[in-house]
Each structure stands twice: as structure tokens, then as C-alpha cells.
């Protein structure tokens, strides 16, 4: 799945769709789930997130629904958690190419700013396993 801030470095000729994909599989593969930041962020326990667990045992159930339907968050958090777990893992991208040797940290740094400026992130178009609707806890 490529990741928003892969694809703005590719447009920007910074790095090659090969990078671009390696980078952003090894990044999916990272993602924290909402339901983490959520913890440590104080807005769920683990007890909610045991809870939320039992309930979400059904294939056609989702972690963002689920969550707003049982009370505990709103979408409008529901929306902010994604939009965190879209710029940690947009931060995660930055920081493996600079330990990658493919962009100077300065330089990695510098993209994600210029991304940040050009694509909010609460404005990202979401795949459908970032939906408000995501499975992963």
C-alpha cells in the first residue's frame, strides 16, 4: 500500500518508485494501530481495548465503528487517531530513508515539511484499512 508521503517524494522526483514501495511496505508493516496511540494517549484503557476486542471478533465489524458505536470515542477522535497514524508513519518513511542513505535526514526532514504544507493530514484521501473503520487495534 503506498503511503501518501511516498507517493508526494516520488512526484518530487526525490526517490525512485522502487524506494517507494520498499519503503513504504517495510512502513505498513510498522503502522501502530489507533487503538495504541489511543492508550497512549489516554483516551482508551486496556480494559476498553479488551472489551472492544470481544466485540470485534465478526468479519464485517470494525475497530473505528465499533469504538464510536460502544461510546468510548467519537469519530471526530477516531478521525484525529488516524490522522496521527498517518504522520508517524509519514515521520517512519522520513527516518528510514535518512538511515536507509537515500535522503540526508536534513532533507528528509525538510520533505515531510513541504508534504505537511502541501497534504494535511486530516485531508489525506484514507485507503480502506485507514478508514474510521479499521480492524487493527
Same mark, same amino acid.
Given at each position: 500500500m503506498p503511503i501518501a508521503f511516498a507517493e508526494f517524494l516520488l512526484q518530487q522526483q526525490r526517490i525512485s518508485?522502487?524506494?517507494? $514501495?520498499? @519503503?513504504? *511496505?517495510? @512502513?505498513s508493516e510498522a503502522r501502530l494501530p489507533i487503538g &495504541?496511540?489511543?492508550?497512549?494517549?489516554? %483516551?482508551l484503557s486496556h480494559e476498553q481495548i479488551d472489551e472492544l476486542l470481544k466485540r470485534e471478533r465478526c468479519p464485517d465489524t470494525r475497530f473505528g465503528d465499533v469504538v464510536v458505536? &460502544?461510546?468510548? %470515542?467519537?469519530? *471526530? $477522535? @477516531?478521525?484525529? #487517531? #488516524?490522522a496521527i497514524q498517518r504522520f508517524r508513519q509519514s515521520m517512519a518513511l522520513a527516518e528510514r530513508l535518512a538511515v536507509a542513505g537515500v535522503l540526508p535526514l536534513r532533507q528528509a526532514a525538510s520533505a515531510l515539511g513541504e508534504f505537511l504544507q502541501t497534504k494535511p493530514l486530516d485531508a489525506a484521501p484514507r485507503h480502506p484499512e485507514q478508514s474510521t473503520s479499521d480492524r487493527s487495534v
Open positions: 518508485s522502487e524506494t517507494a $514501495q520498499d @519503503v513504504s *511496505d517495510w @512502513v &495504541m496511540i489511543a492508550i497512549a494517549h489516554g %483516551l458505536e &460502544m461510546g468510548f %470515542l467519537t469519530r *471526530d $477522535q @477516531v478521525e484525529t #487517531l #488516524l
